[in-house]
T-cell receptor, first 114, second 111 residues
Framework: DGGITQSPKYLFRKEGQNVTLSCEQNLNHDAMYWYRQDPGQGLRLIYYSQIVNDFQKGDIAEGYSVSREKKESFPLTVTSAQKNPTAFYLC?????????????FGPGTRLLVL | AQSVTQLGSHVSVSEGALVLLRCNYSSSVPPYLFWYVQYPNQGLQLLLKYTSAATLVKGINGFEAEFKKSETSFHLTKPSAHMSDAAEYFCAANTGNQFYFGTGTSLTVIP
């Protein structure tokens, strides 16, 4: 079955530690996205990638980094510079970066700070 | 900048009653509009999307939404609520540069 997988489901971060969230898709989609979800705030865009080897900052990129070395993979690193990382992180993908494209979402990773 | 407003962060309906979740967008140019549903600790699932082909859009699970340009609205409805409809619902707009999500409406279905 085609889809988007995110791992792990839960992730714990110690103070000062960098952690990486995995996102893999087998839909052959060009575009991929990372969102952060906090209660009552909807989804906020962290980074997006229109095509492999290219990515752009979203609205809240500070304290995060990404890479897009393979079409199917778009990992997100939460660095120690992100002072409030506790949230639900959602990865999404779409066929292309165009206005009518639907974004399809993975199951999410919940990040908690120890 | 484009924005999406969902009126009512919490909506409660009785089982079998009409579901109405409100969404308004701010744009002089109608964007492509979407409704997503999210169950606890899960990702978002597409319910339906408006792409200008028809103003009344039918989606999955008996939901539908009507695009009204004069009111800049895209409200989501379902004639008869089911217990399994209890979830968080997000309206979203795509203008080509970015997806804009509303803050979500939590739907509670009372037995």
């Amino acid at each position: 079955d085609g889809g988007i997988t995110q791992s792990p489901k839960y992730l714990f971060r110690k103070e000062g530690q960098n952690v990486t969230l995995s996102c893999e898709q087998n839909l052959n989609h060009d575009a991929m996205y990372w969102y952060r979800q906090d209660p009552g705030q909807g989804l906020r865009l962290i980074y997006y990638s229109q095509i492999v080897n290219d990515f752009q900052k979203g609205d809240i990129a500070e304290g995060y980094s990404v890479s897009r070395e393979k079409k199917e993979s778009f990992p997100l690193t939460v660095t120690s510079a992100q002072k409030n990382p506790t949230a639900f992180y959602l990865c999404a993908s779409s066929t292309h970066w165009t206005v009518q494209e639907t974004q399809y979402f993975g199951p999410g990773t919940r990040l908690l700070v120890l | 900048a484009q924005s999406v407003t969902q009126l009512g962060s919490h909506v409660s309906v009785s089982e079998g009653a009409l579901v109405l979740l409100r969404c308004n967008y701010s744009s002089s140019v109608p964007p492509y509009l979407f409704w997503y549903v999210q169950y606890p600790n899960q990702g978002l699932q597409l319910l339906l999307k408006y792409t200008s082909a028809a103003t009344l859009v039918k989606g999955i699970n008996g939901f539908e939404a009507e695009f009204k340009k004069s009111e800049t609205s895209f409200h989501l409805t379902k004639p008869s609520a089911h217990m399994s409809d209890a979830a968080e619902y997000f309206c979203a707009a795509n203008t080509g540069n970015q997806f804009y999500f509303g803050t979500g409406t939590s739907l509670t279905v009372i037995p």
